[in-house]
């Protein structure tokens, strides 16, 4: 019996072995041979000179000689890491507090009705990313049709020059990755069970307080998910900026472009992705970290 | 929240079809920009060869997708907790980071920067897609009428042939075209990973959005924002088919 069922377990990991295979090799094979290239010397052509190891590619990220020989901290790059640092976390709020009412909304329909409107939320999140983008850019650039309305309108006589900006790229990011916030936010919520709201409103909690201590508890990881969902592809955007950003707004995506692009610089480039991948990490880890808090607190306070 | 999410859609297919050479200034109905789009050889080469990546990838991708979730029906199986968040891995690392890693990897064991390359590296990032929607599927089929089929004596070939692949049919459909919006619409990886000759749609469309914003952009992008939701629609059709 038991060897019976062992030969069916081998069978079925047979099955499931070649995709696992598949991901293994041209995920993890990639993700080696990136952290070897970013540890070896830059050969002067453009490649990379495998057996000399060295971490000039770490050091330039945070240092540069200058005319002397002398080393000093370079900030360029570690700006260009806050600011997208920062546009992810302001895209995270901005969805958060557009996405969290709508998904809260979709919840409290009639069920039919929920199926389609989650099915138009996310119908644009299957179109093309650079057309997403591109549409912003005919709204927002120079005399586009943003300006265009706000002059009709006698808002501003000047062009409001929106585009290539910070301000642009949240616009993009924003509306990018919406439905990524609101799709697990209402996932959580469809479980919630709203006569808990109803019972806190019984024992007299304004609508303020039923919302913070009861209906954000219930679905807190349904936003945790989303929060990572959205942080995640806007840290690492490479579109959003190169349509609406200007050369000023670099985002993390594009200095990583420009080294296998322009500069031909492997080593620093593999640096830099290897950068932004332990930054995405560490915001999965922490994601884990406090899953596994909240279900210990819930274990020890039945 | 609604308006918000299509109106710059929406004023992007108005324009498209603007007689104008100025993207945002109406200058009356016309369909020149798709005539003069249709016609370009490069235009017509990108599509070729989005078809072709999308519809390999979308394929291979599916058949993976389709004997893993098979492999993880019933019982769990030893390493199943592991495996199966495993096969979401592509989806958690930033597109850049994918793109820039595989370039490196393909140069460094010599797969030459083309449609091959392309192939397996679009393969990859549509498993998690195919696999989610058809896992999602087998977890809510129940197996009665595999056991109805065991207990008439059907072998477990007959009954996998006759019962099973029937009904697992519509997911795999399903999740084999969202595999294919996937790969058509993917740009990052595309792009550091297509050769001269390996162009696909939505790298022609850039190169086009990088010398300026023209009409013939507009009409570009409506294409393939058109292909996109009819795929979409078509996917949800079969998934309320196989409810009912």
Known sequence: MSTAASVAGRRRAGLAAPAILCIAFFMGGPMCIMVFVSLVERAPDGGVIWGNFTTDAYKQFLFEENLLGETTLNADYLRIYLRSALLAGFTVLATLIVGFPTAMYIAMQHPRRRALLIFFLSLPFWVNLLVRNYAWLLLLRANGLLDQAAMAL????????????????????????????????????????????????????????????????????????????????????????????????????????????????????????????????????????????????????? | MYVYLYIPLLILIVFSFNGGRMATIWEGFSLRWYAEVMQSDQFRAATVNSLVVASCAAFLATTLATLAALGFRGRPIRGQGMMVPFLSFPLVIPEIVTAVATLIFFISIGVPLGMVGLIAAHTVFCIPFAFITIKARMDVMDDTLEQAANDLYADPRRTFFSVTLPLLWPAILAGFILAFIVSLDDFVISLFLAGPSSTTLPIYMFGMMRLGVTPAVNAVSTILLVMSVLFVLIAAWINRMQRK
């Not at chain 1, 062009?159 to 910070?166: F, G, K, R």
């Not at chain 1, 936010?185 to 913070?212: C, H, N, P, T």
């Not at chain 1, 000023?248 to 990583?256: E, P, T, W």
């Open chain 1, 154 to 302: 006698r808002l501003t006589s000047e062009p409001l020059n929106i585009l290539y900006s910070n301000t642009a790229i949240a616009i993009g990011l924003t509306y990018s990755f919406l439905p990524l916030m609101v799709l697990p936010i209402y996932a959580a919520m469809e479980k919630f069970d709203f006569s808990l709201v109803e019972a806190a409103f019984d024992l007299g909690a304004s609508r303020w307080q039923a919302l913070m201590h009861v209906i954000v508890p219930g679905v807190k990881g349904g936003i945790v998910a989303g929060c990572l969902l959205v942080f995640i592809p806007g840290l690492g955007s490479y579109v959003t900026p190169v349509l609406l950003g200007g050369s000023k707004s670099l985002m993390i995506g594009n200095l990583i472009e420009t080294q296998f692009a322009a500069a031909r610089n492997w080593p620093f480039g593999a640096a830099l992705a290897f950068v932004l991948l332990m930054m995405v990490m560490a915001a999965a880890l922490l994601r884990a970290a406090l899953l596994r808090k909240s279900r210990r607190a819930k274990s020890s306070n039945p």
